[in-house]
């Protein structure tokens, strides 16, 4: 079994940056693809940034230019830089994992962490 732990949130101005950190414990042996989500109140939850175990990288638009995904495999950690944070920017993040394990694919979710961005 896998479980993924975020850390990072918290409260911050607008144009302010925080770095989000998911790290994968358990059964991992290959993680395929971590991707972060965020849900702001009232709407669907949405990508907003993905990164394959090969390093290619995905971003939602809003996101483009201002968050920064990366990976340490040796670590099993993905992290979100996220800089110029603007109200809009205030969600639950998600970090999500799918890898690869003796049994077959697994997929799971973090717990989540609050990021709130003040104007």
């Known amino acids: 079994q896998v479980q993924l732990v975020e850390s990072g949130g918290g409260l911050v101005q607008a144009g302010g940056s925080l770095r989000l950190s998911c790290a994968a414990s358990?059964?991992?042996?290959?993680?395929?693809?971590m991707s972060w989500y965020r849900q702001a109140p009232g709407k669907q939850r949405e990508l907003a940034a993905s990164?394959?175990?090969?390093?290619?990288?995905n971003y939602v638009d809003s996101v483009k230019g201002r968050f920064t995904i990366s990976r340490d495999d040796a670590k099993n950690t993905v992290y979100l830089q996220m800089n110029s944070l603007k109200p809009e920017d205030t969600a639950v993040y998600y970090c999500?994992?799918?890898?690869?394990?003796?049994?077959?694919?697994?997929?799971?979710w973090g717990q989540g962490t609050q990021v709130t961005v003040s104007s």
């Open positions: 999500y994992a799918i890898g690869s394990a003796a049994l077959g694919l697994y997929n799971v």
């Open positions: 990164i394959t175990s090969g390093g290619s990288i």
């Open positions: 358990g059964r991992v042996f290959r993680i395929n693809l």
